[in-house]
């Protein structure tokens, strides 16, 4: 739980919010038995909505104040000690995650080793499932997931919608700990609910050693994620150029889609010159249409001016 409040002297959005358990209580018996019903109070709206929501004005605090400038409520009420930064204070997502997920999410090796140490499970997760491992790969700390490796952990548990550890490691782009967690036994082929997988991350990410590192141990060149996205589209979209040459090289054709939007399509309106230019030499149809727009349309449409002017002239009779 948190404790809101605004500093004397400041304007009411100016609210800042504390963890209860870095806030030391102090003043004259009035004043706490006002802070009592403070509390009160909150625990009844708490009970009332059912569940805890926090509000959306909720923000990070990171410059505690020291001991003679931090009234609230008018009195010395509640006196917030000189602390070190917090990068989780005010952010909902961490705020749920149970301690060593959220250690490893924020980095903190020399933490993770010490809950490892006093017993914690590797395995820890948060009610949807999101683990220690998925938080390590999103937080790119390869010394935190081998450590997570080392103590056991599951290196295919699954998160919302089925993600894996794996499948983070790859949006981030992180070569190290997707070699790390292949090499530990996870399925680079493996898909979530959606249809996405690693590959298809990496190529958004613009990883060309992690996507080859991928298909090399057998990840799907032709997956589709939510019956729209390819490793082609996604590389393409994002304007990735050396992955949009090794799909090619290895026999996607440019135009192969599992809906009307191809990878000409999905660079043009982006403004992606070159992938343009290759997809093209590859032998793009430019004169392909999604929804009734052709990838010339598109690229106008979203003021690409030199990916217009080359379209124009590969579809000139």
């Known amino acids: 739980m948190y ?13 800042v919010a504390f963890p209860l358990r870095d806030v030391v209580i102090a003043g004259d018996p009035a004043s706490l038995r006002g802070l009592a019903r403070f509390f009160d109070d909150a625990a009844a709206q708490i009970e009332e909505a059912g569940a805890y929501l926090q509000p959306d004005w909720h923000q990070h605090y990171q410059d505690f104040a020291s001991e003679d ?3 609230f409520w008018g009195g010395d009420v509640i ?4 602390l070190p930064p917090r990068e989780d204070l005010g952010d909902p997502f961490l705020a749920r995650l149970p301690r060593l997920v ?5 980095g903190h090796t ?3 080793t010490e809950m490892l140490a006093a017993g914690d499970d590797p395995n820890q997760r948060s009610a949807d499932g999101y683990g220690a491992l998925h938080a390590a790969s999103d937080a790119n700390a390869p010394p935190i997931v081998e450590l997570l490796l080392n103590a056991g952990t599951d290196v295919e548990q699954r998160w919302v919608l089925g993600r894996t550890p794996l499948m983070r490691a790859a949006g981030v782009g992180s070569t190290e700990i997707g070699e790390m967690l292949l090499d530990a036994g996870a399925d680079a082929a ?8 690693a590959l298809i991350g990496a190529a958004a990410s613009g990883n060309c050693e992690l996507a080859q590192m991928l298909i090399d141990a057998g990840a799907d060149i032709r997956a589709v994620e939510h019956d ?12 990735h150029v050396e992955i949009v040459r090794l799909l ?9 889609t599992p809906c009307g939007l191809t990878a000409l399509m999905e660079a043009a309106e982006s403004g992606h010159v070159a992938d343009v230019q290759l997809l093209l030499a590859a032998g793009a149809d430019p004169f392909l249409t999604d929804e009734g727009q052709t990838a010339l349309d598109m690229a106008v449409e979203r003021q690409q001016s030199e990916v217009a002017e080359i379209l124009r002239a590969a579809t000139r009779p």
């Open 110 to 112: 020399e933490l993770v």
């Open 228 to 239: 729209l996205d390819t490793p082609l589209t996604s590389a393409a979209g994002a304007g």
């Open 248 to 256: 090619l090289g290895l026999g996607v054709a440019p135009d192969e």
């Open 190 to 197: 493996r898909t979530d609910e959606c249809g996405g997988t």
């Open 69 to 71: 400038s931090a009234e």
């Open 79 to 82: 006196v917030m000690q000189p």
């Open 102 to 106: 959220r250690a490893a999410r924020l």
């Open 3 to 15: 404790l809101y409040g605004t500093p004397l002297g400041c304007e009411d959005d100016d609210t």
